[in-house]
């Protein structure tokens, strides 16, 4: 769980720096340096992609998957469930804005949605359980550390208390994914990974803001392409 753990250290990091500084941080500077990481989000996604000996499981993994996400609609509920999520948060018993607790409770719900529903969450931990690479995630620490500013900034300090839900999320899954491992041959591993590397591409076009992706609807691609690997590879 290497990986998560620097993670956690880069949320609460940043949102150290974030509320010492307050609203002292230029915008083009941080959508600057966040431009530099999403080239970087790119190139990653593209290396791990070339690690497929079948392009053909890509491909049907996330027609398939994106195909099931959107019949789910994933990234729709998970805004909606965000939007919801903040404002129950955000409001007392009687419906009323909460004085004093509501900017904490904002910042922690917010950040927590935006570190843990992702491509790179997912993934990152996954790969990190499966073989012992966490470079998804370092990356990942990156990004999450420079939002973690922004965001504590004008939020305050629970943004860094969202470090314990990245930390019970992306543990849990990359502890699963250990477990798991022993099941999957190496052509599985690599197959996932390939599939993994298209979303991780994906979250660099976002970041780049390209154009716009329901990327949270693609996430079935990678059950998919295990269970397609699986029993493709033998």
């Known amino acids: 769980m290497q990986g998560t753990i620097v993670n956690v250290a880069a949320i609460l990091a940043g949102s150290l720096l974030g509320v010492a500084l307050k609203k002292n941080i230029k915008p083009q500077y941080q959508k600057s340096v966040t431009q530099?990481?999403?080239?970087?989000?790119?190139?990653?996604?593209?290396?791990?992609?070339?690690?497929?000996?079948?392009?053909?499981?890509?491909?049907?993994?996330?027609?398939?998957?994106?195909?099931?996400?959107?019949?789910?609609?994933?990234?729709?509920?998970?805004?909606?469930?965000?939007?919801?999520?903040?404002?129950?948060?955000?409001?007392?018993?009687?419906?009323?804005?909460?004085?004093?607790?509501?900017?904490?409770?904002?910042?922690?719900?917010?950040?927590?949605?935006?570190?843990?529903?992702?491509?790179?969450?997912?993934?990152?931990?996954?790969?990190?359980?499966?073989?012992?690479?966490?470079?998804v995630l370092y990356v990942k620490a990156l990004l999450d550390g420079i939002i973690s500013?922004?965001?504590?900034?004008?939020m305050g300090i629970g943004v860094a208390i969202s470090g314990l839900s990245v930390f019970l999320y992306q543990g849990s899954i990359t502890v699963l994914a250990g477990v798991l491992a022993p099941l999957f041959s190496e052509g599985v591993i690599n197959e996932l990974t390939a599939t993994g590397g298209i979303l991780i591409v994906g979250v660099s076009i976002l970041m780049l803001e390209v154009f716009k992706i329901r990327l949270a609807n693609w996430l079935p691609a990678i059950p998919v392409a295990i269970i397609i690997a699986y029993f493709w590879t033998g």
């Open 36 to 135: 530099a990481l999403g080239l970087v989000v790119g190139v990653m996604g593209i290396e791990m992609a070339l690690q497929s000996s079948n392009i053909l499981i890509v491909v049907v993994s996330l027609v398939i998957g994106v195909i099931l996400g959107e019949m789910l609609n994933i990234d729709g509920k998970l805004n909606m469930f965000g939007a919801y999520l903040a404002k129950i948060m955000g409001k007392s018993k009687n419906g009323a804005p909460r004085e004093g607790e509501s900017p904490f409770i904002k910042g922690f719900v917010t950040a927590s949605l935006i570190y843990c529903i992702g491509a790179m969450a997912v993934i990152g931990s996954i790969q990190e359980g499966l073989t012992g690479d966490a470079s």
């Open 149 to 154: 500013l922004a965001l504590a900034s004008s």
